[in-house]
């Protein structure tokens, strides 16, 4: 660990802290987008693609994540066994998942915290802001939380007239810049160091203690200003809001894994705490940590232990603890679509997924596309098969996701808990293509496949009756040796998609199977 | 020996050279080569596409069509990575939906038999020397499934070695997807497109005559954006530079 870091983990001048460069056009981001309206994959990594600068600073911050990851890994002769390790215990929490959150459930109790249950994302956001609001202040600290991102807990809380200030460095800039995360682990990789002093100079003064005069780009200058900044906030705050990596339902101990430090300031200072958990990530006893322990940190940052893991079980002061925690601990149970995953056979598995982001940083297309391509604070591999599962097929940007992966299986080859991802992208792509039998809302019903699939629906079906009849298939062929001449440069319809960036292969003389028939044919 | 020679759609229709080449490869090495007329596609563009249920009649036809062949051998991954990790996954869910009766055991009977051109030659006729000459500088592209669904490892880059003359140079980021990926290079274009652009400099980078990979597809997707681009260097099947000898040189 370097002595400046900017809310990525370990790499100075790397992920989220790229060279200065200017990007003079870079598009202004609503802080949440109407999903509906989001453009699918394809038409929202265009942008991206066309991005030289974007390019370069995912291609280096993925790649040097990925190399480190690659070594940490190789250091343990059991990893394999840890993989299985890690399924292993994931797979069988989910099968009893109701019986695990029971006892979770009397275990936080039992150490005086209160558990509330939230079915999706409006009555998570109406629990936490009406608990804040009932302590009677209008500030709430934040640790780096996927599951109130995945709610839009910051911007209901601000409807309510309540301040919430993320404490990570990262999402510290991306909350400061108006901008969305595009990166699991490292939300600001999008962002280089000028561009992160112009947002710290500009916004730090409007929502607390301003930047200082003359600042610089220089990481260590902006870690200074952000660790100013954060100060007053961790020493005034009353009230902080987490998520959770893990929850031990035998102990009712939540487990919060970071880098900085400021995750630890929220969960001690502060004399309520609010933390909103996905269901799915209660493990069954505390030695389960010992498994993830290993491969979760090794996964994200590369890193053979995470600086931080706090561990806090219900109440501090209040229960006789030492000199720190909560006095008031609340644990919001979020579902917001999990349940309904769980009924999914083989979709069920992305529900193992430790938010490692290793998926994100092996991945082609996410390197090209970047994380604001996925429409949702799940990007990369993981996005692709979690969103249109938590959220369901019927957007745009949800049914173009099965399809934003060349099937390449890094993803699946680095995922510590061995999630099968090319194997759930391709099981979305089928209820997309086709529809089929889905659970919402706890009831099994039958979708109808989305839309502008006709077209490809028939030409699939075209193409497996030719492909069916070797008779049908020969005289194809023939035809299209008989084509060769004509040679197109571009091709029209959803061929110019090739024909625009590709040539087009040459066209032989004859098949193969023309060949054999004349060469070889007595011997068929 | 006698082996069934799986030539897969794309390279019957638009790569016959690759066929030809295996036959000729595998002939030279003692393997007696049939081709079953009956065979077409396996199936893979409807399946990785979401048409599951349209992939069945062709894994039926595939399974048929080399009923009793000991060995089929095909010179492409991304399609005997598509029987060996895929068919028999159809064929029970065929079966689970009430359709497709018996295609759980086609698919079971089938995988065992079914290798890739470089599995085939290293694991079954355990040579790595094949005999070919081929006096090229060589990059090798190994394709996704050939990598990762199949764990070809190092087979085709022990071949390619043995060949005489040939002088291999390593492709920087060689195990990154070249972003073909069937369908996938319609669907997203701009990122296709970025990624194969990315992977052709790497190979025109290493100064190789020659991109070499073991399936035509990713080939024919990263040809055509060298050949947009007006590079030097072209693309090659691996079957065709091992079938190459001094007497009868690739042309």
């Known amino acids: 660990m370097s002595g400046t870091f900017m809310g990525m983990p370990g790499m100075p001048g790397m992920p989220g802290m790229p060279e200065r460069s200017d990007r003079p056009d870079a598009p202004e981001l609503p802080a949440t987008p109407a999903l509906p309206d989001f453009p699918a994959f394809p038409d929202a990594a265009r942008q991206a693609v066309g991005d030289p600068v974007l390019r370069a600073n995912l291609r280096r911050a993925t790649h040097t994540i990925r190399d480190k990851r690659a070594r940490a890994v190789a250091e343990l002769a059991d990893w394999d066994r840890l993989r299985a390790a890690g399924k292993a215990i994931k797979d069988h929490t989910l099968r009893h998942l109701d019986r695990y959150l029971v006892q979770l459930e009397e275990a936080v109790t039992a150490a005086g915290g209160t558990v509330h249950w939230a079915a999706d994302a409006d009555e998570a956001n109406r629990i936490v802001t009406g608990l804040v609001l009932a302590t009677g202040h209008r500030e709430v600290v934040k640790v780096k939380s996927m599951a109130t991102q995945e709610i839009g807990l910051n911007e209901a809380l601000e409807a309510a007239g309540i301040a919430a200030y993320e404490t990570d460095l990262a999402e510290l800039i991306v909350q400061l810049g108006h901008d969305r995360p595009s990166h699991i682990l490292v939300p600001a990789i999008h962002r280089n160091r000028a561009e992160i002093r112009e947002i710290f100079a500009a916004e730090m003064g409007r929502r607390g203690r301003p930047a200082p005069e003359g600042l610089g780009d220089d990481p260590r200058e902006l870690a200074e200003a952000a660790r100013l900044h954060l100060r007053e906030k961790f020493l005034r705050a009353k009230v902080a809001v987490s998520g959770a990596n893990f929850m031990v339902a035998e102990t009712g101990t939540m487990v919060v894994f970071e880098s900085e430090g400021n995750g630890r300031m929220c969960l001690t200072l502060p004399e309520t705490l609010i933390s909103v958990v996905g269901i799915e990530k209660v493990v069954p006893t505390f030695r389960d940590l010992e498994v993830f322990l290993q491969t979760l940190p090794r996964s994200s940052t590369a890193e053979r232990m995470n600086p931080y893991t706090t561990m806090w079980t219900g109440l501090g002061p209040s229960r006789g603890a030492d000199d720190d925690g909560p006095s008031a601990f609340h644990l919001v149970l979020l579902d917001n679509g999990r349940t309904d995953t769980l009924a999914d056979e083989v979709g069920r598995q992305a529900l193992r997924c430790i938010r490692c982001s290793a998926c994100l940083n092996v991945c082609p297309v996410y390197e090209r596309a970047g994380g604001h391509a996925y429409g949702s604070v799940y990007p990369g591999p993981i996005g692709a098969v979690l969103s249109p599962q938590l959220r369901g097929t019927g957007s745009a940007i949800d049914a173009s996701l099965p399809y934003a992966s060349t099937l390449c299986g890094a993803c699946y080859e680095v995922c510590p808990v061995a999630i099968d991802i090319p194997e759930v992208l391709v099981h979305l792509r089928e209820r997309v293509a086709q529809g089929g039998p889905v659970t919402r809302e706890g009831i099994r019903v039958r979708i109808r496949p989305a839309r502008g699939h006709t077209a490809e629906r028939a030409a699939m079906r075209a193409a497996r009756l030719l492909l069916d009849r070797p008779g049908a298939l020969r005289a194809g062929e023939r035809l299209l040796a008989r084509a060769r001449r004509l040679r197109p440069r571009r091709l029209p319809g959803p061929g110019r998609a090739w024909t625009d960036s590709r040539e087009l292969p040459q066209l032989p003389a004859q098949s193969f199977r023309d060949w054999w028939a004349r060469e070889r044919g007595d011997r068929a | ?251």
């Open chain 2, 1 to 251: 020996m006698r082996a069934a020679l799986f030539v897969t759609c794309v390279n019957d229709a638009l790569y016959p050279r690759t066929g030809i080449a295996v036959v000729r490869l595998l002939e030279r090495l003692g393997v007696a080569v049939d081709f079953p007329a009956a065979q077409s596609c396996c199936g893979q563009p409807q399946y990785n596409s979401g048409y599951r249920r349209e992939s069945e009649p062709l894994l039926r036809r595939t399974a048929e069509a080399f009923a009793g062949y000991p060995y089929v051998v095909t010179p492409s991954g991304s399609c005997a990575a598509m029987v060996r990790c895929h068919y028999p996954r159809i064929g029970r869910a065929a079966e689970r939906e009430g359709r497709g009766p018996g295609l759980s055991a086609l698919a079971e009977e089938l995988v065992p038999r079914v290798y890739e051109l470089t599995e085939f030659l290293v694991d079954v006729l355990g040579v790595t020397d094949v005999g070919a000459y081929f006096p090229h500088t060589v990059t090798y592209h190994p394709s996704c499934h050939g990598l990762r669904g199949l764990g070809l490892g190092e087979r085709p880059r022990r071949l390619l070695s043995a060949v005489r003359g040939l002088d291999l140079v390593e492709l920087p980021g060689a195990q990154e997807c070249c972003g073909f990926g069937g369908t996938f290079a319609v669907k997203n274009p701009d990122v296709s497109a970025a990624m194969g652009t990315d992977k052709a400099a790497s190979a025109v980078g290493t100064g190789a005559e020659v991109l070499c990979g073991a399936d035509n597809s990713c080939l024919a997707h990263l040809d055509g954006i060298l050949r947009r681009r007006g590079a030097d260097t072209r693309t090659l099947h691996l079957a065709e530079i091992l079938a190459s000898t001094e007497e009868e040189p690739l042309t």
